[in-house]
């Protein structure tokens, strides 16, 4: 069965620390990896999308990796700021004709001052 | 700035009314367009898939009659929410992939949700 597992399901952190998100999948055929942030009571806004060849990516203060023989994903945040609180969702997509996505439940990150 | 917009952004109705709710593709043309709802700490979960010019595909355990999807153009899609329950209320969300010259077509693009209220 295709899953999606994040950790942890929630994590308060204080301004300008740094965190890490996981997101472990059981999806086959993979064909890429996305993180979304969304905002309460708003809809995800995609941060990263990787492949399965793709290693690392950043975008700003966020970079994720991805480590496909063992089906795992994370997200850094580094220096978090107040507006990074949020709902963090790993999403996977499957190889197949219509390209079906498995969404993570999210974590949900409060950053505090 | 949006891609993709939604109308309204919440509502509240009575029990045995009808809601429709828009989405619309602002920059491109969308031949496709998903349509999700999303339980409060849950995840999204797909219910339909709209397709412009001919009938929506519905997730198993989806009542197609209940939750009628019209993709009567290219930029927009309606779900209608026909005899709304309590049970149907949720936070709905529409989506596509990109298109035109500036979206990644390997990235999904959501609307700002719509949040429906059945008393």
């Known amino acids: 069965k295709n899953q999606v597992e994040q950790s942890p399901q929630s994590l308060i952190i204080l301004e300008g620390k740094n965190c890490t998100l996981q997101?472990?999948?059981?999806?086959?055929?993979?064909?890429?990896l996305r993180w979304y942030k969304q905002d309460t009571g708003r809809g995800p806004v995609s941060l990263t999308i990787?492949?399965?060849?793709?290693n690392t990516k950043s975008n700003g203060r966020y970079t994720a990796t991805l480590d496909a023989d063992t089906k795992q994903s994370s997200l850094h945040i580094t220096a978090s700021q107040l507006s990074d609180s949020a709902s963090y969702i790993c999403?996977?997509?499957?190889?197949?004709?219509?390209?079906?996505?498995?969404f993570g439940k999210g974590t949900r990150l409060s950053v505090i001052a | 700035g949006a891609v993709v917009s939604q109308h309204p952004s919440w509502v509240i109705c009575k029990s045995g009314t009808s809601v429709k709710i828009e989405c619309r593709s602002l920059?491109?043309?969308?031949?496709?367009m998903f349509w999700y709802r999303q339980f409060p700490k849950q995840s999204l979960m797909l219910m339909a898939t709209?397709?412009?010019?001919?009938?929506?595909?519905?997730e198993q355990g989806v009542e197609k009659d209940k939750f009628l999807i019209n993709h009567a153009s290219l930029t927009l899609s309606t779900l209608t929410v026909t005899s709304a329950h309590p049970e149907d209320s949720s936070f709905y969300i529409c989506?596509?992939?990109?298109?035109?010259?500036?979206?990644?077509?390997?990235?999904?693009?959501f609307g700002p949700g719509t949040r429906l209220t059945v008393l």
């Open positions: 999403v996977v997509t499957v190889n197949s004709g219509n390209t079906p996505l498995v």
């Open positions: 997101c472990n999948y059981t999806v086959s055929p993979f064909s890429n």
């Open positions: 990787m492949t399965f060849s793709e």
């Open positions: 920059d491109f043309q969308a031949t496709t």
């Open positions: 709209s397709n412009e010019g001919s009938k929506a595909t519905y």
């Open positions: 989506s596509i992939f990109g298109g035109g010259v500036f979206y990644s077509t390997d990235t999904q693009y």
